[in-house]
Each structure stands twice: as structure tokens, then as C-alpha cells.
């Protein structure tokens, strides 16, 4: 089971934002797509999640056509969109309720604890930090039900030392739970340590430009951070996304 983006071109008006795309995800995998801010990611994901129509191409889901079709993956935006007027389980429980589906207060409880924000269930989302919301849009990503999430910048707000933390527990989780993820992502780094495969991104009109496969076992990965060969593949990403600084050496 695959997603495929097959050939999308994109423009708002005739500002150029996507240029002959493809790309493809299998059920299970972790892709990152990396590339410059502005080019263009987070309208890809508009796309996939049928927000908006490709002006060429096509984008097909377990071998049908998705092309404006709604509903079919779990969507994190890059703004932490949490109600204000619902308390965290609030929030965390809307997917469910959407779909009439009612989210067990213990499963909410679970996440919660997962995303170490136990006590923090009847606070409202004004009363958290940056990283706590985000934190909260996240677990309501999760707890959507649906197996296949487009992550648009999740950790994008967060401190640095919360940032690592939420990538293991991440990575922890994706050993109990079998998803499939694609992740918009600018920093290299968090690629490496987290995808099966990445594609790194032109600037507008976006393209691929480069496509790696991560040599680096899943269980392996966080202790090899820092390793020769580990820093070798961050500085080749690193030239490919900024290609400018090689002139600099
Ligand atoms: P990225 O997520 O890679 O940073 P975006 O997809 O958010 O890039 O935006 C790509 C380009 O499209 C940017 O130059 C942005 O200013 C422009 N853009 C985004 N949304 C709109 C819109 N609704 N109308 C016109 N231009 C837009
Ligand atoms: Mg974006």
C-alpha cells in the first residue's frame, strides 16, 4: 500500500510553487522531506490532504485517486491549532468525537503520560507553554485513529532539550505502533535520526532534488548521532540544501 504523488505541479496564481513532483511512501514507513522555508512543503501537504487541487498530476492512495478527497490521513498543521476553550482531554478527544467515535478518558490518560503531560489534562491550552501545545497537537494527531499522519513541522516550536526528548519518545513509540509518517522537517539532524528515507527539496518551484535512503538500523540510530559516518551523510544533506556555502570554505 502506497501514497504516490505522481508529477503535481502547483501554482497560487501564477506565483510557481510546485514543479513536476513525485514522490512515493510505503504503508510503514518514516519519509522526511526536507528542503528550504518557503518552497513550498507545507502546500504539498494541502494537496495530499485534498485541501487543494494539483494543477497537473496526480496523487493516488492504496492505487486510487485522492485528488481532493479529504479525511484519509491525520493532519498535523505547523501552527499548534488547539481550541482554546477545551481543556487538554478536550482537545485530545475531538478527533473522536468527530468521527463519533468517543476516545476512552484512560486512552487520553495513556497519551497524556507518553508525552509526559500528566497533570496537565483539565488545563486549558492558554495555561500551557509553546512546547506543551505542541505537544497536545500532537497527541491529538495521534489519537485520530488514522494510521497514515502528514507531520508538518511537529517539533518546529520547541526548545532544544524538548525537542530531543520528544523525538525519542517518537521513536520509542513508533516500535509499539505501526504507522506510517511523512514529516516535513528543516532540520537534518532530526531527519537522520528519525526517517527510513528523505527527500531533500529545491527551493520554489519545488522539485526533489535528492532522494536517500537512511543507512542507519532504527535501533541503532540515536547512539550512532555524532559517529564519523553519521556525520559524513548530515554534511552531504548539508551541502545539497545549501549549496551556497560551499563557495564559503
Ligand atoms: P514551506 O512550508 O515550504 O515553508 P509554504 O507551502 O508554506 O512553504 O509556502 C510556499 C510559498 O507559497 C511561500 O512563498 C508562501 O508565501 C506562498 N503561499 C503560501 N500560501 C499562500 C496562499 N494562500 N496564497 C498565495 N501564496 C501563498
Ligand atoms: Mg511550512
Redesign the pocket.
Known sequence: MKLEVKNVCFA??S?P?IKDLSISISQGEFVSLI??????????F?LIGGLMKPAQGDIAWKGQSIVGQRGNFAYMP?QPSLFPWRTVTENISLPGELQHRKIAAEQVQIYLKKAGLTDAGNRYPHELSGGMQQRVAFLRTLASGQDWLLL?EPFGALDALTRTHMQKWLHTLLKQEQRTILF?THSIEEALLLSDRIYVLTD?P?QVYKEITVPFSQTSRFSLRGSKKWETLRKQLEDWLLPDTAFMN
Open positions: 497560487y496564481d506565483l510553487i528542503g528550504p522555508s518557503g518552497s513550498g512543503k507545507s502546500t504539498l494541502y505547523q508538518d516535513i520554489r519545488m
